[in-house]
């Protein structure tokens, strides 16, 4: 969704701007009612971004969060009214203290996030904004959002239209892609609700990357937690947030090389189809390695691949396909629309080494 509008950028970036203070100390609670009004907490920024109305709204911040308070504004279209949210980054040149980001990917060995939520009356989704762009912007809009739908109430749904599914960090997402007019925009549908995580937001970039929407090459902008609102709202809460950027090429230079490891083998099922799967390292880094497995065959519609990792590795996301287990000997069947065949993808953590797979049709 569109943020802060450049139109309003000069008098609404002011540090602190329609902020009452209620508070002191280094982390200062604040009640925030102006339309882009934010204020700074330790190593985050705190900000209404009522973007989306003319309506009220009110945010009170605490040392790591936040929470609507009021909340007057409906949306009866496509957009929401807001997104309130508390981030560690650059957002229309409204950078967190000491920032880290922007940070070229590559050179990111991991972004843990944690994340606390607390939900209330309204139609309105919880969601991580993830900015990624070719250069180390700082201001106006990133060329690809990430979002993580981390729980939505209504018929709110996000940008585009589903097309795929995919485990990333151990939890199973749809996948929506599309583009608002503005930007790119894949967004991850958690298919339960999540109040409280704490993850690699490393997992969700390479997965996106792998979908062709950005570049190792690319910047991580910011990392942002908050709300889109539809209607409603008053009590939702962001009580816990934390980010961390570190170094360590995790996501890292990729070596680019193919057919590093493969192995093909074909089963037949009784009375069915013949199956089989060619495994592909499509890169590796250190830290991780990307995976693609072919799964063709005559007769097919489902299969089951069974895949041997290497030692101490583990699946940190997969796409086109449903995941069983996360190391050691795992399982991958068929998505709804893949039944008959096709290429399944996965970013793996550890080292890349041998990858066994079996085919069986189902």
Known sequence: MTRLRASVLAASLVLGAGVSVVGAGPAQAATICDQYGSTTSGSYVIMNNRWGTSATQCISTSSNGFTITQQDGVSTGGAPVSYPAIYLGCHYTNCSPGSPLPKQISSIGSANSGISYTFANGTFDAAYDIWLDPTAKTNGVNQTEIMIWFNHTGSVQPVGSATATASVGGRNWTVWTGNNGSNDVVSYVATSTISSWNFDVMNFIRDTI?????????????????????????????????????????????????????????????????????????????????????????????????????????????WNGQLSGSS???????????????????????????????????
Not at 210 to 225: D, E, F, M, V
Not at 350 to 361: F, L
């Open 210 to 318: 792998s979908r062709g929407r950005a570049t190792t090459s690319w910047y991580l902008t910011s990392i942002q937690a908050g709300f889109e609102p539809w209607r409603g709202g008053v009590g939702l809460a962001v009580s816990n947030f934390s980010a961390t950027i570190s170094g360590g090429g995790g996501g890292g230079t990729t070596t680019t090389t193919r057919s590093t490891s493969t192995t093909t083998t074909t089963r037949s099922a009784s009375g069915g189809g013949t199956c089989s799967a060619t495994y592909t390292t499509a890169g590796s880094w250190s830290g991780g390695f990307q995976g693609t497995v072919h799964v063709s065959g005559s007769g097919l519609s489902g299969w089951k691949v069974t895949m041997g990792l290497p030692s101490g590795a583990t699946i940190a996301s997969l």
């Open 328 to 362: 050691g000997t795992v399982t991958v069947t068929n998505a709804p629309y893949n039944g008959s065949g096709g290429d399944f993808g996965f970013v793996a953590n550890g080292n890349a080494g041998n990858v066994s797979v079996s085919c069986a049709a189902n």
